[in-house]
Each structure stands twice: as C-alpha cells, then as structure tokens.
C-alpha cells in the first residue's frame, strides 16, 4: 500500500486528493520510512483538528512542535509537555 492509500485509510485524509496534498505538503517524501510519514501525517491532523489553519499545521508538524492539549491545572501545554509531567 503506498502512502496516499495509507492517509486515506488511518482517516488522515478522506480521499485521495487531499491525501496527495496533504503528502506534498507535509514533504513526505523527503522522510525514509512510512512509520516516519504517518507520524507527521498524524501530526498535521492534530493540528488542523485542535483549529490551526492548513498552512500553520503544515509547518508546524514539518518542525514537530506538538499540539497544545489542555491540562487540569488549565494551562495550555504542548503534547511534549504532557508527556513529561
């Protein structure tokens, strides 16, 4: 399976237009492996999901910043973040 079927498929992308746009965008091809595609991939939906616009999502998950998530003590903080504490 290649990796615009792939997008479509883990419910990155709904069909194969955005799947090719999202993967030009996000300079998929430039990665080595899928495993390293689909983490950016998946990076980029979460950032469009928590109501980044298309082109910020795009360069924030090429430069791997993560989503801010909200916390209990209601700070905003970065997944990274909630992953340390």
Do not use: C, W
């Not at 899928?34 to 979460?46: G, N, Q």
């Not at 298309?54 to 992953?83: C, L, W, Y």
């Amino acid at each position: 399976m290649n990796i615009i079927e792939k997008l479509i498929e883990d419910g990155i992308a709904k069909n194969i237009f955005q799947s090719a746009n999202i993967a030009n965008g996000l300079k998929l091809a430039e990665l080595k492996t899928d495993d390293e595609r689909i983490a950016r991939a998946r990076l980029y939906r979460d950032h469009r999901n928590s109501g980044e616009t298309s082109r910020t999502a795009f360069e924030k998950a090429i430069a791997g910043e993560g989503v801010p998530v909200p916390m209990f003590d209601g700070v905003m903080h970065t997944t990274e973040q909630a992953e340390r504490e």
